[in-house]
């Protein structure tokens, strides 16, 4: 399906299930992230592993996230923000 079917709202709650811990809501999720073209089947299988930090973040529609470069500063701070005792393994990994 295609990402101009959904609303914003809609598409962040599509987001990666790994960082659903770590983005906080719709606005840094738009700033902090850009999203590629949809892939098929065979790429999100080459880009999936099951080691969280080696795993591609790829939405619920087969869109590829990928940090932007200017928001980097920014997320680093943010999640430098985070109480770590309130986060799951993974999402501490992640961090």
């Not at 101009?4 to 659903?20: Q, T």
């Not at 790429?43 to 996230?65: F, M, N, P, S, Y």
Request: a negative charge; aromatic letters at 10%.
């Amino acid at each position: 399906m295609k990402a101009g079917s959904y609303d914003k709202i809609s598409l962040f709650g599509l987001g990666p299930v790994e960082l659903l811990a770590l983005v906080p809501g719709v606005d840094g999720y738009y700033r902090w992230f850009t999203f590629g073209n949809e892939l098929d089947i065979d790429q999100i299988t080459q880009r999936t592993k099951h080691d969280v930090c080696e795993c591609a973040w790829i939405d619920g529609i087969g869109r590829q996230l990928k940090l932007r470069s200017p928001a980097l500063d920014e997320f680093k701070q943010h999640l430098d923000s985070l109480d770590a005792s309130t986060l799951n393994m993974e999402s501490c990994m992640l961090k």
